[in-house]
Structures are given as structure tokens and as C-alpha cells.
């Protein structure tokens, strides 16, 4: 059963050819491995090699710079691709959507050469640190530092919940260069952590769902990088680079919401329409069609947001406000389906070994992290 959707109107020749190669690719060489990953709580990093190899990391990074030279397109391509085989363990959009973005817009020509080759590559997995345990959405409270020490920096501090953290060797982290000055106090600095001594990684998370994606708690213990590390040279231009980049991230949860939603409608109406009750199919109750059809509605409206959010994002138009509603809305949807859907597997639904319950699981962090939803209408409120 495939689920007919409407062309999206970004999507070129191209992006279109990236779909169907990274879907087949995850489909055949990723999904066979994705039981094993989620049992040991983590990809293998041969697997980022193997994307790198493929063309699937970096993909809108200029060629210069070793990526693939696409735009935003060809990142929300994969996204869709990976949610299309219903992987939820690879951290790649993260990687090439948010953290290669915050080099290549905001570092030093140095810097540009020095990280985002390898990164294309999978030489280097990225991550970037916001979140701190008494600090989550309020990124000018951060605690962490990164005080002047001669020609470099000393850091002390900790994150938590960050994204690849178990593989990952090169951190953005966002820290204050200048503890007394609020926002103007936020910089990031990037590091390299096979490089510095002090940083360790704590415990991968037990999470609720995402079983396969390594979330890591971060600790860094008078860590010293040099000069060359502080993300364009220039101290205190930390929360603007946040700020700059926020609605790309936003963008970002969305497209993985709407593709778990297509993802969850197929394997439901594959389901209903094979397993039988009182002698016929499940799908042939008047309950089921109509929460089926309800469940296509919610679809259809978040690909056209998303859709039109796209298109505004390609051009440069995507605002603070937009993005936040996006986010919130496509979230909410998303794990509102997925809880549809599980009901009409019934019992079975309630079993890990069937996709729609991971998915229900995966789903429901969606709502939290790049920002939480009540966040989400905190920020779009302001501009009404």
C-alpha cells in the first residue's frame, strides 16, 4: 500500500533522485541493522562512513568545502528518505542540517577548511551541546564557560541530552565567554574531542523511544582549545548564531514529523486492510475508515505547512514565527496519528517487534526537543 501524496512543490528532478537512492539505500543496507542498533543504543560509526560514502552527509555543504553542493532541499530529501524506511536511529540531519550549517554561515575561512571536509566524510560526527541540566530552552542562562586563558580558552561545565553524543567528536558548545552579560556573554566554541583532555562523555540515555540514537550527557572538566576554536573569532555572537539558525532546526522536526506520519498511515492501512475481525477485514468497520480518514486530513494539512514552509525557507522567508508554529503543530499531529494508529493494531500495537509501537515511542520526544511545543507558542504569540 503506497501513500499518494501531493508533489511537493520544492522538490526538483533532483531532489527527487536523492530521495529514491537514500530510500533504498536505508531500506536495504540500514533497516536489516536497525534491531541490533537499537539494542545496543547506537549506530555503528562505520554507518557514518557509509552515509559519507554515499553522499548523505553534508549534502548542502558547498563542493569547495567537500559536501555535495545542494541546498536545503537536498537535507530535507534525506529526512524524508530516512522516515520513509522508518529509521529513527541516524543523527544525520542533525550532523548536516544544524551543525555543519553553524561552520559554514558563521566560521572563519580557517575554520570552514579546517571541519566540514571531514564531516562530509564522516570522519568527524557532530554534535552540538545547548541543553544543560538545570537549563533547557533558556539558552542565555547557561552555566557552562569558556573563560580567556592565554592564546585559548578553559572550559568547565555540562550538557545533557545532546544528539550523537556517544560518537560524536566534534562539538559545538554553547558556552558564556562573559558570564555577566546575559545574551552578549553567549559564544560557541567548537571542539574537537579526541583532541583536548577534561571532556568525557557520561552514560547513553535510556530514552523512551529513539532507542537506536545515542543522546548522551557531556562533561567538560578545565577543557583548553585554542584561540582558533571560538566559532568566528569573535566573542558574544553566540545567541545570534542560535537565533539565525533555530527555524532551520524547527524545519527540520518537521519534515521528520511528517514523514513518521506517512510512514505510520502505511503501515496502518496495510494492517487493517490484512487482518481480520468477525470475519473480515479491519479496515471494512466504519470506525476504522473514519479514523483513517481523519488520520489522512492531519497528513495532508502538515505537508502542506511543511510544503509551504519549504518553499518560504529556499527563498530565505522562513521566520522565528512561522518555524515555532510549524514545529508545534506538525508534533502534535504527528504523535496524535501515531496514537490513531496504534489503536486499530490493538493488541499488537502494544508490542515493540511492530513498528507503529517504536514509532508511537519515537514520536513523542518530538514535542520536547528542538524547543517544546509550549515554548513553540510562547515565541509565535510575541509576534501577533
Not at 523511544?209 to 583548553?224: I, K, N, P, R, W
Not at 532551520?248 to 486492510?273: C, H, I, N, S, W
Request: contains cysteine; charged residues 25%; proline residues 3%.
Amino acid at each position: 500500500m503506497t501513500i499518494e501524496c501531493f508533489p511537493a512543490p520544492w522538490m526538483t528532478d533532483e531532489h527527487r533522485m536523492l530521495f529514491d537512492t537514500a530510500a533504498r539505500f536505508f531500506k536495504q543496507q540500514w533497516v536489516p541493522r536497525d534491531e541490533a542498533w537499537r539494542a545496543q543504543g547506537m549506530m555503528d560509526r562505520e554507518a557514518w562512513r557509509e552515509a559519507g560514502a554515499q553522499g548523505f552527509l553534508c549534502a548542502s555543504t558547498p563542493e569547495q568545502y567537500g559536501g555535495g553542493g545542494g541546498d536545503f532541499g537536498h537535507e530535507a530529501a534525506l529526512v524524508l528518505a530516512q522516515g520513509e524506511a522508518g529509521l529513527s536511529g541516524f543523527g544525520g540531519s542533525l550532523h548536516s542540517g544544524i551543525v555543519a550549517p553553524y561552520i559554514l554561515h558563521y566560521g572563519t575561512e580557517e575554520q570552514k577548511k579546517r571541519w566540514l571536509p571531514k564531516l562530509a566524510t564522516g570522519e568527524l560526527i557532530g554534535a552540538i551541546a545547548m541543553t544543560e541540566p538545570g537549563t533547557g530552552s533558556d539558552l542565555q542562562g547557561v552555566r557552562t564557560l569558556a573563560l580567556k586563558e592565554g592564546d585559548g580558552y578553559r572550559i568547565n561545565g555540562s550538557k545533557t541530552f545532546i544528539t550523537n553524543g556517544q560518537l560524536a567528536n566534534l562539538v559545538i558548545v554553547v558556552a558564556k565567554t562573559n558570564k555577566d552579560e546575559g545574551a552578549h556573554g553567549v559564544s560557541l566554541m567548537v571542539i574537537e574531542t579526541d583532541e583536548v583532555q577534561g571532556f568525557r562523555r557520561g552514560r547513553n540515555l535510556d530514552k523512551l523511544g529513539m532507542e537506536a540514537q545515542d543522546t548522551s550527557e557531556l562533561f567538560f572538566d578545565d577543557v583548553v582549545v585554542p584561540q582558533e576554536n571560538l566559532l568566528g573569532g569573535v566573542e558574544g555572537q553566540g545567541f545570534f548564531q542560535l537565533m539565525q539558525e533555530l527555524p532551520q532546526e524547527r524545519l527540520l522536526v518537521a519534515l521528520a514529523g511528517v514523514a513518521a506520519m506517512r510512514f505510520a498511515m502505511k503501515a496502518t492501512l496495510d494492517y487493517t486492510k490484512e487482518r481480520k475481525a468477525f470475519g473480515k477485514p479491519i479496515f471494512s468497520f466504519q470506525n476504522s475508515r473514519f479514523k483513517l480518514a481523519e488520520c489522512q486530513a492531519m497528513l495532508l494539512a502538515c505537508e502542506a505547512m511543511t510544503d509551504a514552509a519549504m518553499v518560504a525557507h529556499l527563498q530565505g522567508k522562513l521566520g522565528v514565527d512561522r518555524a515555532a508554529l510549524l514545529k508545534y503543530y506538525v508534533t502534535d499531529c504527528q504523535f496524535k496519528l501515531a496514537d490513531e494508529c496504534l489503536q486499530l493494531f490493538g493488541g499488537y500495537g502494544y508490542m515493540r517487534e511492530y513498528p507503529i509501537a517504536r514509532m508511537w515511542a519515537d514520536s513523542r520526544v518530538q514535542r520536547i526537543y528542538g524547543g517544546t511545543n509550549e515554548i513553540m507558542k510562547e515565541l509565535a504569540s510575541r509576534f501577533l
